[in-house]
């Protein structure tokens, strides 16, 4: 399993994968793609050296359900899962996949209900979104003892100092101008 550090590029514009290939960044997070793209974008980005992670969630035309995943892990072959979903991170580990949990800081109560479901399903790393409270990035660190990657609302190198203030390991971002910080 890759370890997630630094700063993570967050592919949602085709027209920064050139870029991310030729770069130093080990993996790339694909975020938004079409079902019919995913082949040949994973097998180039491998191809050139990358571990690819992708947000099952947001893969146009794929159903996030154990054949869904199946077919992931037969015909892709990421390295690695971003979900919101308990089942899909749970269905990547069996897989063998590096696996991260994306969580939303809505309130206390979206909180408590994400930390409990963290502890049953323990994810490699949990995505916290938005990624720029300090406070709440440690407490979950502390509460679940699991590497965070904050991510959302990611603007400016401010916003990745404050993160890692906090003791976030990673911060993802689409923002290419934070890339190579």
Request: proline letters at 4%; a neutral charge; aromatic letters at 4%.
């Amino acid at each position: 399993m890759p370890e997630l550090q630094g700063v993570l590029p967050v592919l949602r514009n085709m027209k920064d994968f050139e870029r991310l290939l030729e770069s130093h960044h080990p993996c790339i997070i694909f975020l938004e793609v079409r079902l019919s793209q995913l082949q040949v974008l994973v097998r180039t980005a491998k191809k050139a050296g990358k571990k690819v992670i992708l947000h099952a969630d947001l893969i146009q035309g794929l159903k996030t359900d154990a054949y869904g995943m199946e077919f992931l892990v037969r015909e892709i072959k990421p390295d690695g899962i971003i979900s919101t979903r308990g089942n899909v991170i749970t269905l990547a580990k069996k897989n063998n996949l590096l696996t991260i949990q994306r969580l939303f800081l809505l309130d206390s109560h979206a909180l408590k209900n994400n930390i409990k479901l963290i502890s049953q399903v323990k994810p490699d790393y949990i995505e916290l979104l938005p990624g720029i409270i300090p406070s709440l990035i440690e407490e979950v660190h502390q509460k679940t003892g699991i590497p965070i990657i904050a991510g959302g609302l990611i603007r400016s190198a401010e916003d990745v100092e404050l993160a890692y203030s906090g003791g976030a390991k990673a911060v993802s971002t689409s923002d290419s101008e934070l890339w190579e910080l």
